[in-house]
DNA sequence: GTGTCAAGTTTACACTGTCAAGTTTACATC
DNA sequence: GATGTAAACTTGACAGTGTAAACTTGACAC
């Protein structure tokens, strides 16, 4: 099937990986109002309608640019993960720094990955390409999940906090003060200090309990 | 400056409200990609540039439409903080659950106003017009604040739990199990059971330490 | 009446997604 | 090699969109 390394006369060979490379440039440089069909294609060297032949319509394009998006997004969160003590707690706290760095470096693409409002056929394939990323949250999570409990409660707790804090410190009123850190009670410091924008994540945890959370 | 009650001849006399109107109507219809200048504009029943000339442009239009929803946005949270105990944690809590409810039943507003990216130009209109709103959610967190703290620390925790909360269970993962809460230490147990489909928010608040948060 | 100005209209244009039809290429089969 | 077929595009057309400029209508001050 994929008899095309290059581009062979009248087939592209891989305009696939192209026309989504293409729409994440556009992404960056002008926001999610600057992606389409046709200015992909023009990037792409192809004719204006190829992009739709391909996705199956602009929903199907922005569904296969955030599923591109949402394995980035997941290795952002592995690559702060795998840095520095393995202890279930820096690990819980790393992958709550991948994430915000992420939304932070990308912030076009975390745009059209939470942004996404699909109809129930693309829905499904949507949440096949976002769970890996949120297996990343379950893995880590875990350990903190009390026995006989739901996982999903205090999974639920992590990313809400750490998606809305995202998305007030990318868009909202939060993004006037980068700098603004967060601490409450201990499961909430590993969100501290996480968008610092000469990029040296200060650590702000200071005086905080060695456990996660007292879940009773 | 309004001499013009009804219509009148050619001025519509009231054209900026109805199209907001008619703007909402649409996004209850249809959602985001409902909403248009076109569509406004034959729903109230003008030419169709009528509305670009109102709201100078699609951002305008948005943006007075968004502001007409950061104003329900508050009046929620109001209502529900004015409804029952008036203890500050009782009032923390439901403002909590005025702003999942505004979320839940003004999906396609509640999109608008936090998926606004606006030019530098109408940024600092939009800021105004969401202050109302933020008003309401620090004053609830006043009591909250200990002595020397700054305030945004924890305005920033609760606006951003609730807020990534609304959004997971509006159109993410969380979506598919509506009944899901949200339990962990003391200060987020506010935010648990919130979105209870048949409109009766259970009190799942049980066994809670009767403080806010342990800030330390 | 006259001037002025705001409020809408009209017209035109560029851009967008989508669809139908046609063209080119690859490949299997004879 | 010739042929059929399916996939991968291209081409052309169309309706809907935002926007800008020019025009018209109405209200009001003088």
Known sequence: MSQHPDKTGHHHGNLRAALIEAGIALLTEGGLDNLSLRKCAARAGVSHAAPAHHFDGVDGLRMAIAAEGFARFRQ????????????????????????????????????LIFSFRANSKLIDQMRLNSAPAYQVLRDTCAPFVPAGKDPVEIETQVWSLVHGYAL????????????????CCPCLTILAAPLDPAGKLRDAFGGCAPHICTYQ
Do not use: E
């Not at 952002?76 to 992420?102: E, H, K, V, W």
């Not at 939060?174 to 601490?183: D, E, F, V």
């Open 76 to 111: 952002s969160m592995l690559d702060f993960a795998d840095t520095g003590p393995q202890t279930p707690r820096d690990r819980l706290r790393n992958i709550c720094r991948g994430y915000l760095a992420f939304a932070r470096n990308n912030p076009a693409l975390y745009d």
């Open 168 to 183: 007030l410190n990318c868009q909202g009123d939060l993004a006037a003060h980068p700098r603004r850190t967060m601490r």
